[in-house]
């Protein structure tokens, strides 16, 4: 069974400073700076969990078991800060 389809979360503003991706959280106006992985899970959107993990384990040569891990922390960061929505949202 397929992961639900993670996707920004709507008004969310996006910076790319190229080594590091700063975010804007439009109701509170708080800023949230994203590292190198979470970066390229953000900039991946829309995709499943799945397409994230792939996406993690080619852009750093991560084996499968670091890249969920690294994948599963920035989405739950990334759903408690209101910056990202899944499937049933």
């Given at each position: 069974m397929?992961?639900?389809?993670?996707?920004?979360?709507?008004?969310?503003l996006c910076t790319d400073?190229?080594?590091?991706?700063?975010?804007?959280?439009?109701?509170?106006g708080q800023?949230?700076?994203?590292?190198r992985a979470a970066r390229c899970v953000?900039?991946?959107?829309?995709a499943t969990?799945?397409?994230?993990?792939?996406?993690?384990?080619t852009a750093f040569a991560l084996s499968?078991?670091?890249?969920?891990?690294d994948v599963d922390q920035a989405l739950r960061n990334l759903q408690a800060a209101g910056l990202l929505k899944s499937g049933g949202d």
């Amino acid at each position: 069974m397929m992961s639900p389809l993670y996707c920004s979360a709507d008004g969310v503003l996006c910076t790319d400073l190229e080594s590091e991706l700063v975010l804007i959280e439009p109701d509170s106006g708080q800023t949230f700076r994203l590292n190198r992985a979470a970066r390229c899970v953000w900039l991946a959107l829309p995709a499943t969990r799945e397409t994230l993990v792939a996406a993690l384990r080619t852009a750093f040569a991560l084996s499968q078991a670091g890249a969920e891990t690294d994948v599963d922390q920035a989405l739950r960061n990334l759903q408690a800060a209101g910056l990202l929505k899944s499937g049933g949202d």
